[in-house]
Structure formats: C-alpha cells, structure tokens
C-alpha cells in the first residue's frame, strides 16, 4: 500500500485483512494467552459486583479486588506499549511472537505515565463535557505507536505528538473505528469468543492509520523543507 497518500479507510481494512494472512490464528491465541493473564481480575470483579448487587451474601472480594484493579492499572501502559509494537511489526513486515506483547515491560514507567496522563487528561476534559474528552481521546490516541518507534521520548512529549499528528484525523479514526459496530455485535453473539478474531483485525487497520498518518506528514515535512531550501536560493540569486 502506497502510505505516501492518505488513504481511505476501506484500503486500511483491506491491507489489515491481507496482513492477517496466515498469523490470523496466531494472532487470536495471542489474544487469547492476554486474556488469560486479566483471567483473575475479571472472574474477582465479577463476584465482587455479585457480592454487592444480591441481598444476603456477604463481600469476600472488595479487597482483593482493589489489590487487583490497581495492578491493572500499572500493567496496562506496558501492555499497550507492547501491543503496539506487535501490529506495527506485523505490518513492516517483521516476524511477530506472543512474547511480544510483553515488550513494553521493557520501558515500563514510560509507558505507565502515558496511560496515567492520559486517563487524567482524559478525564479533566470530560469534567466540562463528555464530547471534548472523547475529542482529547481521539487526540492521544498514537502516543503508543509514536513511543515504540522512539523509546526514549518522555511521555507527555509522546502524547503531544500524537496530537499534532492527530489534528484533521479524529474525525477519520472515528470512522474507522465505527466501520467494525457491525463485526462488534456478531462477537457479542458469540459470547465474546469472537473478539479473539476481530482484535486482530481491528488493531491491524489501526496500525495501519498510524503508518499512514506518520509517512505521510514525513513526506509533507521533507517537500516543505525542499521548498524553503529553493526559496532561500532564489533569493540569493
């Protein structure tokens, strides 16, 4: 695919779908193997809500359940870090294995504080309304993929960024995004067993946006800096 233009976004899902050619099973059990790990946190919130919500049975989990929403949150940074390099490596070309997703340990406080500025940043611009939090979201939403091709960028200057590359795009992430509602309910008739599939697939097209977006204002940096180059020698001349 030609990433020098912007492409639309049926071409990005087309690319996903060629990308997915013989790691799709791979790529599900690797999903499967992540979804192993959250196995524990979501089997004690779920009877921790049970606990809560039925009259007479007592709460077992409240504390554990704590313990585990914050270790939740600290692994979840490095996790995305890592997810991010897996689809961007598949995409490029290079070999992808489950062990993978667990490169973002590897620069795990980075990694944290995004996710940590994000969710607050987030979250202080939902406090004057919802739409401009989903906004901010949307604006925040490549630091990961910005943070693996550059590990030592600090996290706020990550987020910064993506929300330059993001300006004039959030509109077409969204879209993007909405395309798979369709996919989304079907898995929801298989109980969830599904997403295994669609993950894959979904996170592809978004790795695919990312390279997109990257390569192309690449190119538009270089043309303007070829263009100023010419002016100032024609000025000299």
């Known amino acids: 695919m030609n990433y020098e233009l912007i492409q639309p976004n049926e071409e990005l899902r087309a690319c996903a779908r060629r990308q997915l050619d013989g790691v799709w099973g791979k790529m599900a059990f690797t999903y499967f193997v992540y979804f192993l790990i959250y196995l524990p946190y979501n089997i004690i919130s779920a009877l921790n809500s049970i606990s809560e919500w039925i009259p007479g049975i ?6 554990l ?4 929403t914050i270790a939740v949150m600290v692994i979840s940074g490095p996790f995305a870090l890592g997810f991010a390099g897996y689809f961007l490596k ?3 070309g290079e070999e992808i294995e489950i062990k993978n997703i667990f490169d973002g340990f590897e620069n795990f406080f980075s990694s944290f504080l ?5 969710g607050l940043f987030t979250a202080l ?4 309304l919802l739409i401009p939090g989903i906004i901010k979201a949307y604006g925040y939403s490549m630091a990961y993929y910005i943070m ?7 996290p706020l200057e990550a987020i910064k960024q993506s929300q330059i590359m993001m300006k004039g795009y959030k509109w077409k992430l969204f879209a993007l995004q ?6 989304t309910l079907l898995c929801l008739l298989t109980l969830g067993v599904g997403f295994l599939w669609l993950n894959p ?5 978004m790795a695919n946006f990312y390279e997109n977006l990257k390569i192309n204002r690449k190119n538009a940096s270089e043309n303007m800096l070829l263009k100023d180059k010419e002016t100032q020698m024609g000025q000299i001349f």
């Open 90 to 92: 598949r995409i490029r």
């Open 201 to 205: 697939y979904f996170n592809l097209s």
């Open 148 to 154: 693996h091709d550059d590990p030592g960028i600090k």
């Open 114 to 118: 995004v996710m940590f500025f994000i």
């Open 178 to 183: 909405f395309s798979f509602i369709g996919w």
């Open 58 to 63: 007592p709460s077992y989990f409240g504390g």
């Open 125 to 128: 611009w939902s406090l004057l």
């Open 65 to 68: 359940n704590a313990l585990l």
